[in-house]
């Protein structure tokens, strides 16, 4: 009875348009007076232990400023344009350009929306004036973006560390290869595409050429070296690297790149000037401009969206907390686990289960939403049946890659038809055949778990971590 009244009344306060966070932290409540010997007073103590005894928490109000400052400077412009001179003279290769843009930016921002937004808003209407189908050109950044919760920093990996305990670097480490794998996967079924379709290419700029744009993008990777450098390294962890992110992504957009903040106006060398007198006027203006930045209206601006973001995701992060404390103490998991034991399924069995639960899960529910309710009751089932916690981590972001695709509550989609103007309608046509991609490669990590294991295991194996 209890796990009845905790789960129907999620499901019906959902059903009637009641916020996720309002939700789990209602029927959590409900279950609580109905059921529990629990006081009452014990859910104010558990919202707030829900992040002050979570480090790994902390990560994401960094990650998620850092991602505005880069989504909000030229940042995605520089990245696209080093991307277009890497591999835009191959068949198809604006459209393979736009994916591994969307790679390079998931690594920076760690979200599928933010990656959506910022590369195509620029590669989109790029790829239409070159030739290219409109459909064909959403459902590529569509799905592309998909990466920024696979490829690391990944919010959704660190929800899904704080929610079972798991090593957020070793989340981290264990995303990257099926990453890689999943852009090249894209990159080569557009190339396909393009030879069936005769997809147009642009000509070679030349190595100088590239060579300035991969200098000029490089003040925004150096992030990904930064942050998943120092984690790999055993320098910092997570939290650590995300604070310094946070930093970099400030100082490189408001006194690298100068696209927003004080310094907007001010060029680094104006014509003929001497270079001595260009940097003392750079390091005056700098001061300046570092003085002047908490008055700044962009970069008040971008700090203000980023709080907001990060305080809805916490908000809903707490009260899912309340939610797994209420299913442990109810010994809900256990239940579960020992019923799904019983039947003798073996692991490929349970393996399809949780796929099919969580596919149907990601049609309602947002990434964060689905990990915090669903990884209390599935990891220890997982563990009595010897998956790795990290390899069921992987499986569970796959799917939630998936989810930004699937109706009606596809992050990604919403996103996609923001920029184009289209129907969502549209947008789901134009992602189905991509869609598919991603079914197969989630076949892939869930029956191959060395994709995912393989990185953790050998840098061990090296002590690095």
Request: aromatic share 8%; proline share 5%; glycine share 8%.
């Amino acid at each position: 009875m209890t796990i009845a009244t905790l789960f129907i009344a999620l499901f019906v306060c959902m059903l009637i348009g009641m916020p996720i966070a309002i939700a789990l932290g209602f029927s959590s409540m409900l279950t609580i007076m109905l059921f529990s010997d629990d006081s009452l007073a014990s859910i104010a103590l558990k919202l707030y232990e829900s992040a002050s005894e979570h480090y790994t928490l902390l990560a994401i109000p960094f990650f998620i400023l850092s991602s505005a400052f880069l989504s909000t400077g030229g940042v995605a412009r520089r990245i696209i344009n080093f991307a277009m001179d890497s591999v835009g003279h191959i068949r198809g290769g604006l459209a393979m350009a736009s994916v591994m843009a969307c790679m390079l930016f998931a690594a920076v921002s760690g979200s599928s929306p933010a990656t959506v937004a910022a590369i195509g808003s620029i590669v989109i209407i790029g790829m239409v004036q070159a030739g290219y189908p409109e459909k064909f050109a959403a459902g590529v950044i569509t799905t592309s973006g998909t990466l920024g919760i696979l490829i690391p920093p990944s919010i959704v990996m660190l929800v899904y560390a704080a929610a079972t305990e798991v090593s957020a670097a070793r989340m981290f480490m264990a995303g990257l290869i099926p990453g890689l794998m999943m852009g090249l996967l894209l990159m080569l079924a557009i190339y396909v595409v393009a030879r069936i379709k005769k997809l147009p290419s642009r000509p070679f700029p030349g190595v100088k050429v590239l060579a300035i744009s991969s200098a000029k993008a490089m003040g925004g990777l150096a992030l990904i070296f930064i942050v998943l450098g120092s984690i790999y390294g055993g320098v910092a962890s997570p939290t650590e690297a995300a604070a310094v992110a946070c930093v970099y992504a400030y100082f490189i957009a408001v006194f690298g790149y100068r696209d927003i903040g004080p310094l907007k106006s001010v060029a680094w060398r104006q014509t003929r000037e001497p270079i001595i007198k260009a940097v003392v006027r750079n390091l005056i203006a700098m001061v300046s401009g570092l003085l002047k930045t908490p008055l700044d209206k962009e970069v008040r601006h971008v700090v203000r969206d980023g709080a907001k973001v990060s305080i809805m995701l916490l908000f809903i992060i707490a009260n899912a907390m309340l939610f797994a404390h209420v299913l442990t103490t109810e010994r809900i998991p256990h239940i579960i686990a020992e019923a799904i034991v019983g039947m003798g399924l073996p692991v490929w069995g349970f393996l399809i289960i949780v796929n099919l639960l969580l596919l149907a899960a990601g049609n309602f529910m947002e990434p964060s939403a689905i990990l915090l309710i669903m990884a209390p009751i599935l990891f220890p089932i997982a563990t009595q049946l010897g998956i790795d916690p990290i390899h069921l981590g992987i499986i569970m972001v796959v799917n939630m890659e998936i989810g930004m695709l699937t109706p009606p509550v596809g992050l990604n989609l919403f996103v996609t038809a923001g920029i184009t103007g289209k129907s969502m309608g549209w947008v789901i046509q134009s992602c189905l055949p991509w869609l598919a991609l991603l079914l197969l490669f989630l076949g892939l990590i869930t029956y191959i778990p060395q994709i995912s294991l393989f990185l953790p295991e050998y840098i061990d194996s090296i002590n690095g971590y």
